[in-house]
């Protein structure tokens, strides 16, 4: 399996962005993805998920703002972000295969990317 980021960049404050995920080496339908995002000397946090059964979840901070979509037919993840803010400054990872717990718990995905960095100005 092979997840691959992209479309990351610098931005000011209350531009948008829209992050690619690649996906590679599994049946790209059959897996729940999400965004996890590693702000400098955080946590890594969930972000947005999305299920094999197409229903979605969103962290508090991003509701109203992010919206994660999947396209089957090209095996690609995105995230729309809009309206960003300094606080959205971060490491950005796709994840898939949802092996139990929670859609946007980290522990819970057994394959991830290398990221792709985003950074707001305020």
């Known amino acids: 399996v092979q997840l691959v980021e992209s479309g990351g960049g610098s931005v000011q404050s209350g531009g948008s962005l829209r992050l690619s995920c690649a996906a590679s080496?599994?049946?790209?339908?059959?897996?729940?993805m999400a965004w996890f995002r590693q702000p400098p000397g955080k946590e890594r946090e969930g972000v947005a998920a999305?299920?094999?059964?197409?229903?979605?979840g969103y962290a508090d901070s991003v509701k109203g703002r992010f919206t994660i979509s999947k396209e089957n037919a090209n095996n690609t993840l995105y995230l729309q972000m809009n309206i960003l803010a300094h606080e959205d400054t971060a490491m950005y990872y796709c994840?898939?295969?949802?092996?139990?717990?929670?859609?946007?718990?980290?522990?819970?995905?057994?394959?991830w990317g290398q990221g792709t960095q985003v950074t707001v100005s305020s």
């Open positions: 994840a898939a295969h949802l092996r139990g717990g929670g859609l946007l718990d980290s522990g819970s995905y057994s394959y």
């Open positions: 080496g599994y049946t790209f339908s059959s897996y729940s």
């Open positions: 999305i299920a094999s059964t197409g229903s979605t």
